[in-house]
C-alpha cells in the first residue's frame, strides 16, 4: 500500500486532486463552531 502525500503549501483543490494527496473536509466541523444567531452577511441592528 503506497502513502498518500500530505498537502502542505497546496492552496487549491484541484492541485491535491491531481497531485493525489491526502484530504480531510472539515466543513462540519468549522460549521459547528460558528454561534447558532451569528449569520454571515447579516447586519446587527
Known amino acids: ?11 487549491t483543490f484541484r492541485e491535491i486532486r491531481e497531485d493525489n494527496c491526502h484530504y480531510v473536509d472539515k466543513t462540519a466541523f468549522a460549521l459547528r ?13
Not at 500500500?1 to 498537502?7: A, D, E, Q, Y
Not at 463552531?33 to 441592528?45: A, Q, T, Y
Open 1 to 11: 500500500m503506497t502513502r498518500k502525500k500530505l498537502p502542505i503549501g497546496i492552496q
Open 33 to 45: 463552531m460558528i454561534p447558532d444567531k451569528f449569520v454571515l452577511g447579516e447586519k446587527n441592528r
